[in-house]
């Protein structure tokens, strides 16, 4: 089943907010929450969560992702939140 994946305009700026080599990691992780989507039986369904953290030069970083797997036109939303 193919969907098509819209990332919000919170979604955007957050991956502009991060170095470029966390903006390929949260793109990656966000890759395989896709691969894993399966047709909702409900139109809306509540958003689902996924969270991820990256050390980096001694500093961390927590990664939010909500996301809402839509039934027709089987889009997949994105909403990012960036902690450090």
Sequence with gaps: MIY??????????????????????TLDQIDTLTMGVKRPRKPDIRPLAHDFTREHDQETHYIFIRYRISTPPRQSTFELSVAT
Aim: glycine share 4%; aromatic share 4%; net charge negative.
């Design 4 to 25: 098509a994946l819209k990332l919000s305009d919170s979604a955007i700026a957050g991956l502009q907010s991060l170095p470029l080599w966390l903006q390929d990691e």
